[in-house]
């Protein structure tokens, strides 16, 4: 009988570590620019009157 690997495993690990990458990459682009879009929204408010 010959032996066949399962790969199921494999490519579980695989798509956490993407997950896990972009899940990074979203943090660490809303902590530099957060503070960017927080004056944004803050000057728009005060632009309407609010």
Known sequence: MLYMPREEGQ???EYALILVLV??????????LGTQVSTVFSQ???????
């Open 44 to 50: 728009i408010t005060s632009g309407l009157g609010g």
């Open 23 to 32: 899940a990074i990459v979203v943090i660490v682009i809303l902590t530099l």
């Open 11 to 13: 490519g579980l690990v």
